[in-house]
């Protein structure tokens, strides 16, 4: 299985300023025939579900906010907020889907 | 408005059984990939399978944690799908997620972009 790797465990940032996350996975994730990451990234909110952000690892899902943005190929990839707001604070999970599907293990987001 | 509805979680000793369910409504569940997540208490997710949708024969693959005992299945009659859990562990407890996968083969990838609200599974003496 590809493990995924998330750093860091978590991080505090004050309203406004950027956040960055990154995401590693064990093997690479990109398929070389359609030149596509099989990496997404999720918002998960206390007491709630997963919620689809960003998918092939750069590409907005309707209705996301465009601080939210995802960059990176192969092994290696960042999701970025670039001005963080209130609603914001919550745990961020990749997700590889390039073999079956594994998570990596979240990052806390809050606010300094 | 698209939505998914899990039940029937509860308390179960270990080695035990039980249903899960997944109630779907504004959009047809046959149609689509259909996967289960968990999550551990204060842990992340964990991929626990899925089932294709019915031009893929309704096809299903497990997680290697769950293999052999866990069975997803669906009812297309009342828009459902359902995971059946047997031989529970203690190290099954979680929040149980069903969800809609985008993804119908390889080339258009598995993320989930409908997602439940989670029913709770306490596996315990």
């Known amino acids: 299985d590809i493990v995924m790797t998330q750093s860091p465990d978590s991080l505090a940032v004050s309203l406004g300023e950027r956040a960055t996350i990154n995401c590693k996975s064990s093997q690479s994730v990109l398929y070389s025939s359609n030149n596509k990451n099989y990496l997404a990234w999720y918002q998960q909110k206390p007491g709630q579900p997963p919620r689809l952000l960003i998918y092939w690892a750069s590409t907005r899902e309707s209705g996301v906010p465009d601080r939210f943005s995802g960059s990176g190929s192969g092994t290696d990839f960042t999701l970025t907020i670039s001005s963080l707001q209130a609603e914001d604070v919550a745990v961020y999970y990749c997700?590889?889907?390039?073999?079956?599907?594994?998570f990596g293990p979240g990052t806390k987001v809050d606010i300094k | 408005e698209v939505q998914l509805v899990e039940s029937g979680g509860g308390l179960v000793q270990p080695g035990g059984s039980l249903r899960l369910s997944c109630a779907a409504s504004?959009?047809?569940?046959?149609?689509?990939?259909m996967d289960w997540v968990r999550q551990a208490p204060g842990k992340g997710l964990e991929w626990v399978g899925r089932?294709?949708?019915?031009?893929?024969?309704?096809?299903?693959e497990y997680a290697a944690s769950v293999k052999g005992r866990f069975t997803i299945s669906r009812d297309d009659s009342k828009n459902s799908l359902y995971l059946q859990m047997n031989s529970l562990k203690t190290e099954d407890t979680a929040v149980y997620f069903c969800a809609r996968d985008r993804g119908f083969d390889f080339w258009s990838g598995h993320y989930m972009d409908v997602w439940g609200q989670g029913t709770t599974v306490t596996v315990s003496s």
């Open positions: 504004g959009f047809i569940v046959s149609d689509h990939f």
């Open positions: 997700q590889q889907y390039y073999t079956t599907v594994t």
């Open positions: 089932t294709r949708n019915k031009p893929n024969s309704y096809t299903t």
